[in-house]
């Protein structure tokens, strides 16, 4: 695949607990793992100090590991990309592959311990490259059981859906784990089928089970696979329990429709990363849209749950409490990312905190014990006049404490770019051909521009918080796109070919099927301004910005000479540390960066081997030990495919004593 596609074109690409209080700072020589995706405290954030910013600029290479496993899509698998945030244990690092290996290195030298295969037959894309976003980690309470033949398991799903444990000291399965250390994932799931039911991200494991979710295709039909959260005891791998996002009243309705099946097909489904507090018992989900995204005139309430943050109890799958990002999603606004969670002085009066990020580049800080927000949320009015047989809310939800992030909330001519003034008017003339009121303009029969385009603003990256300064950290798409719907005569007698930058999808079963492309110039740049991606500090004791700053250049997706510091299309989040630094890849331009948090400087860059669409991890596995960054690096749908986990540290002292 051609590493010049344009910008908005790379953009389209993308497709993706502890409860404890605010981490403190390591004690100097302490070693801290990375036991969760999402890091210990689910924020993203490393309480390491080892590498500052007054010498982040020795950082150089310690070790990489390449296991081989990616694809452009011309052979036996479909294209891969490596998003991958390993874990760490004691002084092992695990990691899988988009193949669905797995391997366990020493955390030190990645030197390969095990590897397993779980011989993955699933293997053509679809629409969607091939992930494995990560793995979980689980260890027995009692010291016997733990020091026993798998009282530490890995566990993980693959793209056959099924859910894996393994040993994690000798990458053997459990065999009393399902059928030999497997469980099917499609068992009472209708629809199931190959490359369209499967998880993507890594289960969330609390009380002893493992909590799991799936993807399915966007758009493609009305009757997916049911979305049903499903609890697995780590142990014997029998459900402990699941919780469908249907509600009642629902139920109700379309029982008899259901047949013989256990689960309604078309809700809400849970691809993103999980999250969970052991304290409150809670596992925080969150929700994608009902099937199809973009039409939502018959779903007669199956979305009522849907583009949420829900709260689940780890011991019974009941709903504790929901919080609605957007009402009656049309737009594919699902919420990408893990629900990520704080606990600061004077931020919410000190309450136990969730921050969920959304696409729309809203935030919004809840309470995690009741889902109340800690700060106003306004209704407001939103645009209405759908298509013929649409049904619309009158308004969406508005965070005021940060208020939105991702500006400006309505494209006029006046905003208009590209790479030179004729690109400008050109973007001006495109513009005025499409409904275009601001965020949550309808899906149209004209065409409507929709800002930011569905990978966001915020994806599944997520976003970091650092407790100790109160920042929270996150990175930005900034592309428009054009969502035009096709009644469904028409668009049948299209017969159109799949594939980007022009996108169509069926939306079978529904009156609509739907046309979809970038807002872009005849040159290849995003017609919306820059910086078409950014980087951004928020203070979360004001609510206010605190710096915001262009995230990668156009290197790589444009022609020489237009090779700017516009900022670029990123995939993959953002790793704070106690020292004052926020790594990040993510961007098309092949770097790795790291920023100082206080002022978004720029003060360090590594020039990487393929794209770092992944979010980093820090770790020092022993007393004395050096600090380390590693990041996976693998391309994505806009960059050449690859496999490069690589680990940066400061120089090893040669006298035996600690870094400097």
């Given at each position: ?61 310690a ?78 309470s ?54 369209v ?36 005891d ?67 309430g ?17 709903l ?5 990002t ?39 800080l ?9 700060y ?24 005021t ?23 400008k008017?050109a973007c ?9 009121e ?25 976003i ?57 110039s ?62 990040i ?8 960066r ?9 003060l ?10 992944a ?7 022993r ?11 693998g391309?994505?749908?806009w ?12 120089p ?9």
């Amino acid at each position: 695949m051609s590493r010049r596609r344009s910008l908005a074109v790379a953009a389209l690409a993308l497709g993706l607990a502890t409860g404890c209080l605010a981490a403190r700072e390591s004690a100097p020589g302490a070693s801290t793992g990375w036991p969760n995706y999402g890091g210990r405290d689910v924020s993203q954030y490393s309480p390491l100090t080892d590498i500052t910013p007054a010498n982040v600029g020795q950082l150089e290479l310690a070790w990489q590991h390449r296991s081989g496993d990616f694809s452009d899509g011309s052979g036996d698998w479909g294209l891969t990309s490596f998003q991958v945030t390993p874990l760490v244990d004691d002084d092992t690092l695990y990691y899988c592959t988009p193949f669905g290996r797995v391997f366990a290195l020493n955390a030190e030298t990645g030197a390969e311990r095990w590897q397993f295969d779980p011989q993955v037959q699933n293997r053509r894309s679809g629409v969607y490259p091939a992930v494995c976003r990560g793995v979980a980690l689980w260890q027995a309470s009692d010291p016997e059981e733990a020091a026993g033949s798998c009282g530490k398991r890995i566990l993980y799903g693959t793209r056959d859906a099924e859910l894996i444990a393994l040993d994690a000291t000798t990458g053997l399965p459990c065999a009393a784990f399902g059928n030999n250390g497997r469980v099917s994932l499609r068992e009472d799931i209708s629809g199931g089928e190959p490359l369209v039911y499967y998880p993507t991200s890594p289960p969330w494991v609390q009380n002893d089970v493992a909590v799991i979710g799936a993807l399915v295709p966007d758009n493609e039909r009305k009757d997916v696979p049911s979305g049903v959260v499903r609890a697995f005891d780590v142990r014997s791998g029998e459900l402990a329990w699941a919780w469908e996002p249907v509600p009642e009243d629902y139920r109700e309705r379309h029982r008899d429709s259901l047949g013989n099946a256990r689960y309604h097909m078309g809700s809400p489904n849970v691809w993103a990363p999980i999250a969970g507090d052991p304290a409150q018992g809670l596992v925080y989900v969150p929700t994608g849209n009902p099937a199809p995204d973009l039409f939502a005139g018959e779903r007669d309430g199956i979305d009522t749950y849907g583009s949420s943050v829900v709260a689940l109890d780890d011991r019974s799958g009941e709903l504790r409490w929901y919080f609605q990002t957007v009402h009656h999603d049309v737009w594919d606004y699902d919420v990408a990312s893990q629900p990520t969670l704080f606990q600061i002085p004077d931020v919410g009066a000190g309450r136990a905190g969730l921050a969920q990020a959304t696409k729309m580049g809203h935030v919004f800080l809840l309470d995690r014990e009741t889902g109340a927000p800690l700060y106003p949320v306004e209704e407001r009015p939103v645009p209405g006049n759908g298509v013929p047989g649409e049904t619309l809310s009158p308004t969406q939800p508005f965070p005021t404490h940060p208020p939105p992030l991702h500006l400006p909330e309505r494209l006029g001519p006046e905003h208009m770019d590209g790479f030179v003034w004729l690109d400008k008017l050109a973007c001006r003339r495109e513009l005025a051909k499409y409904r275009n009121e601001g965020m949550f303009t309808p899906p149209s029969l004209e065409g409507s521009v929709l800002y930011p385009s569905t990978t966001g603003g915020i994806n599944w990256g997520g976003i970091s918080i650092d407790p100790e300064r109160g920042l929270l950290i996150v990175n930005q798409m900034h592309l428009a796109s054009v969502v035009q719907l096709i009644p469904r005569a028409e668009y049948d007698a299209l017969n159109p070919e799949p594939g980007y930058p022009l996108e169509h999808y069926e939306m079978a079963g529904s009156p609509y099927g739907v046309r979809r492309f970038p807002l872009m110039s005849p040159l290849g740049a995003p017609c919306n301004p820059r910086p078409w991606g950014s980087l951004t500090a928020v203070d979360l004791r004001t609510g206010e910005t605190v710096w915001t700053r262009s995230l990668g250049n156009t290197r790589g997706q444009a022609p020489w000479p237009f090779w700017f510091d516009a900022g670029s299309p990123n995939a993959g989040g953002p790793l704070t540390t106690a020292s004052g630094l926020v790594f990040i890849a993510a961007t098309t331009d092949s770097r790795f960066r790291a920023f100082a948090s206080a002022t978004g400087e720029l003060l360090w860059e590594h020039a990487l081997p393929y794209t770092g669409n992944a979010t980093p991890l820090s770790y020092r596995t022993r007393p004395q030990g050096r600090q380390f960054v590693v990041l996976a690096a693998g391309g994505h749908g806009w960059s050449e495919a690859g496999d490069a986990l690589l680990a940066f540290s400061l120089p090893a002292p040669t006298d035996g004593s600690s870094p400097p």
